[in-house]
C-alpha cells in the first residue's frame, strides 16, 4: 500500500543555517504530495504542495521538488529562523482513495 | 480566511463515556475528514465523508464511532464509550473538491484524554 516515510528527528539548526528534511514515498499510480507544518499548540497548516512529477511547491521559502524518479519529495530552506521551529509532516493523496498519507513527523528545532 | 474550527479544544472523559467531538468545517467544501494523532505518533486517518455519508473507514473506525452531520455546518464524530487508548488529538480537516489535487485543510485540534 501507499505509504510515506520521514528522516526522524529532531533536528537541531542554529538560525540561518540551510535545512532539508528527508521525505521518500511508495504508492501506486501519481500521488500528490504536501508538506503540513505543525506549530506549538496548533493543528496542521499546509505549507506546500504538488501534484506531479518535477514540480516544484514552495511557500515562506521553503521548497520541495517532486522526484519522481527517486520518489522523494525532500523539504528544504536555504535559511531557517526560529519562528520555523515545528514539526513538519510530509504527506501523500492518491490512487483510489481520498484520504492523507502522513509519514511519523519531523520536529525542527531552530536557536538563536 | 476561511478556516476549519474544532470544539472543544481539550475533553476529559471517563472510560466508558461517550464523547461527541464537533467540527464546523470550511463553508463551501463538501468533503470531510476526521484524522487522530496518538502522542508522539504519526496522524491516521479515520474517515472520510461525502453527501451525507462515509465514503472511506480506516481499520480503526469500528462501531464504536460515527459521524455525522446534523445540520449545514457542523460535523461530529462520536465515540461511543471510550477506551484508554482512545486518547488522542483528534482533528477535523474538510476539502472543496476530490481528486488527486485535493487539498485538505485541518482544524486545530481536540485533544481528547479518557481516565
Known amino acids: 500500500g501507499n505509504s510515506v516515510t520521514q528522516m526522524e528527528g529532531p533536528v537541531t539548526l542554529s538560525e540561518e543555517a540551510f535545512l532539508t528534511i528527508n521525505c521518500t514515498y511508495t504508492?501506486?499510480?501519481?500521488?500528490?504530495l504536501f508538506w503540513y507544518v505543525q506549530y506549538p499548540g496548533e493543528g496542521l497548516q499546509l505549507l506546500l504542495k504538488a501534484t506531479k512529477a518535477d514540480d516544484k511547491g514552495s511557500n515562506k521559502g521553503f521548497e520541495a521538488t517532486y522526484r519522481k524518479e527517486t520518489t522523494s519529495f525532500h523539504l528544504e530552506k536555504g535559511s531557517v529562523q526560529v519562528s520555523d521551529s515545528a514539526v513538519y509532516f510530509c504527506?501523500?493523496?492518491?490512487?483510489?482513495?481520498?484520504?492523507?498519507?502522513f509519514g511519523t513527523g519531523t520536529l525542527l528545532a531552530v536557536q538563536p | 480566511e476561511p478556516e476549519v474550527t474544532q470544539t472543544p479544544s481539550h475533553q476529559v472523559t471517563q472510560m466508558g463515556q461517550e464523547v461527541i467531538l464537533r467540527c464546523v468545517p470550511i463553508?463551501?467544501?463538501?468533503?470531510f475528514y476526521w484524522y487522530r494523532q496518538i502522542l508522539g505518533q504519526k496522524v491516521e486517518f479515520l474517515v472520510s465523508?461525502?453527501?451525507?455519508?462515509?465514503?472511506?473507514k480506516s481499520e480503526i473506525f469500528d462501531d464504536q464511532f460515527s459521524v455525522e452531520r446534523p445540520d449545514g455546518s457542523n460535523f461530529t464524530l462520536k465515540i461511543r464509550s471510550t477506551k484508554l487508548e482512545d486518547s488522542a488529538m483528534y482533528f477535523c480537516a474538510s476539502s472543496e473538491l476530490a481528486g488527486d489535487s485535493d487539498t485538505q485543510y485541518f482544524g486545530p485540534g481536540t485533544r481528547l484524554t479518557v481516565l
Open positions: 504508492a501506486t499510480g501519481y500521488p500528490s
Open positions: 465523508f461525502y453527501n451525507n455519508e462515509i465514503s472511506e
Open positions: 504527506a501523500l493523496y492518491g490512487g483510489a482513495t481520498n484520504k492523507l498519507i
Open positions: 463553508s463551501n467544501h463538501l468533503y
